[in-house]
């Protein structure tokens, strides 16, 4: 497997460069296609590497404006070769993290007039790569159905394993006249007042802003008209992340201009208008008391919640593995990923719909009825199977020791 693949690769290498030894600078590229692999390769003088577009198969590359002043080593040659491959499978497979990619794999190299490689990394301005994702066994149109209340956050969980995710959500409220505000935060509960990201949605526009985010106050936010654009949210680092949501069935002013406070009705009300509610008895310590989540369809509200995770990565030769640093994520358009990356290697990407974030809510409510639904007896069952395990494991270590006590006698003895 790994040896193959580096002789592959090594052996298509020299391909490349025999064919391109037959070549004049800026002639026609050559492209050719053997199975799930396409080839690309062409020489260039130096003026035409400026956002250069290279296509193979259904991959492509483009290069940074101002290639001469970014590319190190490109300057010490009279023209660059270019070869490109694309492959419709992964052929880098032996470590973990090729989960990570969901899409076509490609490869651009550069190389001098005497065919030795040039490094590109650390440029100010990211490479281009457009590959296709693959299709997934999950509908990009399934969607799942939770419903909120007014006084309370929603909870729901969103298992992020690597860094630089970044987390698409598609949310919209069943009811047109309906706005959610939408809070998220890494590990822990989101409140709000405590969060790392917010978003006000209706049902055809959605105004999104982060705390945190370019020094940007709470008050600036950025809207988008278009009702079918996902939230894209960076998860930097892998974990929990927790959505809450809340509708409010007013009209709301998605601006978050300040209003005038009165006591007339159809505006904000001053505090000293609104009338409080005794808070509810609270209840004993020794009593366990569980919220169940019924739906009032006089007050609940109906939305719908899908969650992709996209990420960007590239085969790294020196730790071997797929990684992400140095790449982003730029867009995820009709089945093909497009990322930016500060570097050249080989390149691939992955969009994975979740069908189902975790809802606290109904996992309680699944707890509790344990005894009703027969899931316990399940439960029952494994553990029982778990205790015969570390039943005999026991034995057979009492019998390992019994028998290295007779094999030191015995050696003893002789």
């Given at each position: 497997g790994k040896l193959l693949v580096k002789i592959s690769m090594k052996t298509l290498e020299k391909?490349?460069?025999?064919?391109?030894?037959?070549?004049?600078?800026?002639?026609?590229?050559?492209?050719?296609?053997?199975?799930?692999?396409?080839?690309?390769?062409?020489r260039y003088s130096l003026h035409r590497l400026s956002g250069l577009k290279i296509k193979a198969g259904k991959g492509r590359f483009i290069l940074p404006s101002k290639s001469q002043l970014l590319f190190s080593g490109v300057n010490k040659t009279s023209f660059v070769n270019v070869q490109m491959l694309s492959f419709s499978f992964n052929p880098y497979t032996w470590d973990a993290t090729k989960e990570r990619v969901g899409s076509d794999v490609v490869t651009l190299l550069l190389k001098n007039n005497d065919s030795e490689l040039i490094k590109v990394s650390n440029l100010t301005e990211g490479i281009v790569i457009v590959t296709p994702l693959k299709l997934q066994k999950i509908s990009a149109s399934e969607k799942s159905w939770y419903f909120t209340k007014n006084d309370d956050l929603r909870f729901h969980e969103i298992n992020v394993k690597y860094e630089n995710t970044l987390l698409m959500l598609e949310i919209k409220p069943q009811d047109p006249t309906v706005h959610l505000f939408v809070y998220m935060r890494f590990s822990q509960r989101p409140t709000t007042q405590n969060y790392d990201f917010n978003a006000t949605i209706s049902y055809d526009k959605k105004c999104v802003w982060m705390i945190s985010a370019h020094n940007k106050s709470e008050e600036q936010t950025v809207c988008s008209l278009n009702p079918h654009a996902p939230i894209q949210v960076l998860a930097k680092r892998p974990g929990k992340y927790l959505l809450g949501l809340k509708n409010y069935n007013a009209t709301v002013n998605l601006s978050h201009k300040?209003?005038?406070?009165?006591?007339?009705?159809?505006?904000?009300?001053?505090?000293?208008?609104?009338?409080?509610?005794?808070?509810?008895?609270?209840?004993?310590?020794?009593?366990?008391?569980?919220?169940?989540?019924?739906?009032?369809?006089?007050?609940d509200q109906n939305f719908t919640l899908k969650v992709a995770l996209v990420s960007c990565v590239y085969w790294s030769e020196k730790f071997d593995k797929w990684i992400s640093s140095g790449c982003r994520v730029l867009a995820e358009l009709n089945g093909f990923l497009n990322c930016s990356c500060s570097h050249l290697t080989s390149f691939g990407g992955s969009l994975l719909v979740e069908p189902t974030p975790i809802d606290f809510d109904k996992v309680l409510v699944e707890f509790q009825q344990l005894s009703e639904t027969g899931n316990i007896a399940v439960i029952v069952a494994i553990a029982v199977v778990l205790i015969c395990y570390m039943t005999v494991l026991v034995v057979v270590r009492k019998f390992d020791k019994e028998d290295a006590k007779n094999v030191s006698v015995e050696l003893n003895f002789a």
């Open positions: 391909v490349a460069d025999s064919v391109l030894a037959l070549t004049v600078p800026d002639e026609r590229t050559i492209s050719f296609t053997a199975g799930q692999l396409s080839m690309t390769v062409g300040r209003e005038k406070r009165s006591c007339l009705g159809g505006k904000r009300r001053k505090r000293s208008c609104v009338g409080v509610k005794d808070p509810p008895p609270t209840p004993p310590q020794t009593e366990k008391v569980s919220v169940i989540p019924v739906y009032d369809s006089k007050t």
